[in-house]
């Protein structure tokens, strides 16, 4: 048994309007978070493979500068078996 969750950092409603014409035909769960300055929208939705996908709005793109350290921003694969 294992996990995969792959989270994205961008405009969570025009990707949301995007996802049926790409497969996704399962329902969004939207939720909004209290973030540094401002409140971010999130949603999670399931692949047409059931891979869990997050979508992290966000006001800026992140840059190369953010990714220094081996820390990317615009992504994150998080794999775990049990």
């Known amino acids: 048994m294992g996990f995969f969750l792959l989270s994205f950092f961008l405009d969570v409603e025009a990707t949301l309007a995007r996802l049926p014409a790409l497969g996704f035909d399962q329902p969004a769960r939207r939720i909004r978070f209290p973030g540094p300055g401002a409140v971010v929208d999130m949603a999670t939705v399931?692949?047409?493979?059931?891979?869990?996908?997050?979508?992290?709005?966000?006001?800026?793109?992140?840059?190369?500068?953010?990714?220094?350290?081996g820390t990317v921003r615009c992504a994150n694969f998080a794999t775990t078996r049990a």
Request: hydrophobic share 25%; proline share 8%; net charge negative.
């Open 46 to 69: 399931r692949d047409p493979d059931g891979v869990l996908v997050e979508l992290v709005g966000t006001t800026r793109m992140p840059t190369e500068r953010d990714t220094r350290g």
